[in-house]
């Protein structure tokens, strides 16, 4: 996993945390005067998924309104807590006995604890929606609303998507006389070609995150998929033997040895990639959703690549699916679970008025005017969202040992040595197996 540093910083960040919740709910007791039965407190730790200026204050009015609402006498307290170090929070107040309630958080993480016995089953909730005939059931794609499961239990219910896609410049295209959009990996090299011939020699064809950041390994998974083939196989077993992989690092060798990518790709991290594209240095950039709101010339002239099919595989992207889950150190699971329920249900505002830039789980809410008429969100749900699989492809649940795999992003090093002069494929191949093998073992899985 990764190694996070700056523990004291960590320390002082979940005293304030907790000390925060337990003033608020001193003032709840206070206010109730002493003649009315005090409120079922419960705190909600919430990341920061959207910007600053606009998503905490619309999850704290949809707390507002939830506290307002229920007829249970339950009171909510949110808490934003920042990316930096999260982990280390989260793991701190958990084995401190100061977990809270209920919480987003990272797509790993309701497995984690689960598998701590931290975790707080949410299948009431299902079972509940079960009894109402509630129609939200068919709101979910299956394999995504169950991609949080451990042991036959729901640990986490999906609500926000971020899918991998690839935008391309249309104006860039339309002078390379580009009229057919590539389908599969052999058209994509010749899109490729044409734009490298055409475009000034510090233009790239195409540009993603390489080896600088963590977002390299998104890059890999996303050229994985559209092969057929995943880090693990479907029991969920290390597969990076498979000659199907090899076929993904001789398609980015491909594109490295032709100029199709820069030489300094390699140690790109999100932002170096961003820039290239927002400067116009670039007819094309793999990654997450994007706003492009500051470079209105490129939004203007971009468009979301349809999703291709590698040289043994079939078109699709993978998206993250981030979950809401609940922790059994709660003393109110009930209150945590009625909560969580009201949140699924109620949780379009966030992205109208919290400005999120991921999709929604839900179906239904896709059809909201915010995404409707935003280019890219609508070109997303029409062209990516259909084919797109878990980032545990073509594992059915999220395996234990992907926190190591997320954190310390090892199979990325099969993309960064694949970008030099005759490779060993399998070599690197190989490596990067034994090294997953042995964090494996460690799960004695």
């Known amino acids: 996993m990764k190694n996070f540093r700056n523990a004291t910083m960590v320390a002082v960040v979940l005293l304030a945390l907790l000390s ?5 709910k001193e003032s709840a007791a206070a206010a109730a005067g002493g003649t009315t039965q005090a409120a079922r407190e419960i ?24 506290n307002s609402v229920n007829t249970d006498n339950i009171h909510v307290t949110m808490q934003n807590i920042p990316w930096d170090n999260f982990y280390q929070v989260f793991l701190t107040a958990v084995t401190s006995r100061a977990a809270p309630d209920v919480s987003t958080g990272a797509f790993m993480q309701s497995i984690q604890y689960a598998e701590m016995g ?29 991609l949080h499961m451990y042991e036959g239990k729901h640990y986490g219910l999906p609500w926000m998507l971020d899918p991998r896609l690839i935008l391309y410049r249309t104006d860039y295209f339309e002078q390379a006389g580009i009229t057919k959009l590539p389908a599969n990996w052999a058209e994509f090299l010749e899109t490729c070609a044409k734009l490298k011939q055409t475009l000034p020699p510090d233009v790239f064809p195409f540009v993603f995150p390489g080896g600088g950041d963590y977002n390299g390994l998104q890059s890999l998974i996303t050229f994985l998929v559209q092969n057929n083939v995943g880090l693990t196989d479907v029991n969920g077993q290390p597969d990076y033997t498979n000659p199907k992989v090899t076929e993904v690092l001789r398609f980015i060798n491909t594109m490295y040895v032709n100029g199709y990518i820069p030489d300094g790709l390699p140690a790109y991290k999100q932002t170096d990639a961003e820039k290239l594209f927002q400067a116009g240095k670039a007819a094309m950039l793999m990654q997450g959703m994007t706003d492009l709101k500051d470079f209105p010339e490129i939004d203007a002239n971009a468009a979301v690549l349809p999703p291709m099919a590698g040289s ?15 922790y059994s150190q709660t003393k109110d699971p009930e209150a945590s679970l009625a909560f969580i329920k009201w949140f699924l ?3 379009l505002p966030l992205w109208p008025k ?9 179906k239904s809410f896709r059809s909201d005017p915010y995404f409707t008429n935003a ?26 040992p992907f926190s190591v795999i997320e954190g310390e992003a090892t199979p990325m090093m099969g993309l960064v040595k694949a970008c030099a002069r005759n490779p060993d494929y399998r070599a690197i191949q190989q490596e990067v197996q034994d090294i997953m093998l042995a964090a494996w073992a460690e799960f004695d899985m």
């Open 354 to 362: 919290g400005l999120l830039t991921s999709i929604p789980v839900r």
């Open 312 to 326: 043994s595989g079939t078109a699709k992207y993978y998206t993250w699916a981030n979950a809401i889950g609940a």
């Open 20 to 24: 925060i919740a337990a003033c608020k």
């Open 345 to 347: 249900e109620n949780e």
């Open 43 to 66: 705190v909600f730790w919430d990341m920061l998924w959207g910007p600053a200026d606009t998503y905490p204050a619309m999850v704290q009015e949809m707390v507002n309104q939830f």
């Open 375 to 400: 280019w890219q969100k609508k070109q997303v749900i029409e062209l990516v969202l259909p084919t797109v699989v878990p980032v545990i492809y073509p594992s059915p649940n999220i395996y234990l």
């Open 118 to 146: 931290e975790g707080l089953s949410l299948d009431p909730i299902v079972e509940q929606w079960k009894k109402e005939n509630n129609p939200i059931l068919n709101d979910y794609d299956e394999a995504l609303f169950n």
